[in-house]
């Protein structure tokens, strides 16, 4: 199954147990198979900026999920294999050793063998109105979907399938927070998300490319290491990161640019450079880091989360989470870069935070 996911993650998902034949098996059993799941979750698409020789051979991967603070290498088929990053976003598929392969689907239909195990793994929506409408639902011929890690209800296999639809567009629209911000609006008695029944019109696809993006550049460097051995200083990245902007808005006739913060602080990791180079188990050394940064600068009165887009500078690590010099999530907040980048320091900025838009103002991916 393991091999399965990796090359073939539709008949992977095809050939996998049935919710109901999962929690049919024994505990001690249960943790040896693929185990479905059903969540809310980031979608991660990074890119592959090693070498020039290397880049783009399938030892690198380059898709990732993370559900319940664990981060699983992603393996997807059709719709979803053209996506770009997206948060908090329904998750649906099996997981196994460290990996997942993901339904093309954002909903689920159960059967009432899959309902009555669903019911007894994730929440319940509201099983007498249907999530599309709203109307009240007939006692019998309720049709049951899996969405978020909630059992969801409608009327008919047409409106599962409407709304499934809709999550879908939302997925298609620019920026990584399309879902999140319809749904969070949804839940809060607003209006429904894009392409439902009362909901507003799609919101266009140009925003996220083509709007001044905040950027914090976070310095940090390993346990045990002096922050005065950063190979940047505060100065030197403002400059860097203000020459790119302007790149930025001269390229976009004017329509985006970067408003960037540095620090003064140089942030201590709490692990070592072994640490990041090689975690323990399964864990996903960029984003461990990642979020080991974003901590110390919270801690710190910085709130990352309030920025559009974040780099994290830190000292040289090898390994195979670290084989590109720098990197980046494709449409999305989150940079790495690695080491003293020399005198291309303004155009590898220019290359990694395009990822983050990813898209110029033409509609062209910036690779």
Known sequence: MEQLIRENPSRALDRSLALHEWVALPADI????????????DYEVRSDCRPEGQAGKPDLHTKFI???????????????????????V??????????AALWETTMLRLDAADLAAALTLFQQGNPDRSLLTGQVLAPDGKVPGLQGGVVQYFAASEELSTYDHAVSALEEERGPYTVRDAMQAAAAGGPAPSALPGGPPPQGKAGWATTPKTQLVLRVVFSGEAPSSHPYTQAALTTAYNGASGVFNTHSYGKTNLVVTVPSQV???????AYYQAPPGAAYAPNLMRDHARALALAAGINPSSYDLVS????????TDWTAPAFANFEAPDSWF???????????????????YPKNVNGKLVR
Do not use: C
């Open 30 to 41: 249960r943790a040896q198979v693929e185990e479905p799941f059903s969540t809310i979750g």
């Open 90 to 99: 329904p998750l649906q598929g099996i997981r196994l050793s460290g990996m």
């Open 267 to 273: 942030f201590v990791l709490p692990q070592t450079k």
């Open 312 to 319: 994290y500078w830190h000292p040289n690590l090898t390994g």
């Open 338 to 356: 690695k080491g003293d980048q020399g005198s291309r320091i303004q155009s590898i900025i220019l290359h990694e935070v395009g990822h983050n």
């Open 66 to 88: 993370t559900v319940d603070g664990q981060t699983l290498a992603a393996f997807v088929y059709g719709r979803r294999a053209r996506l770009l990053s997206k948060y908090a």
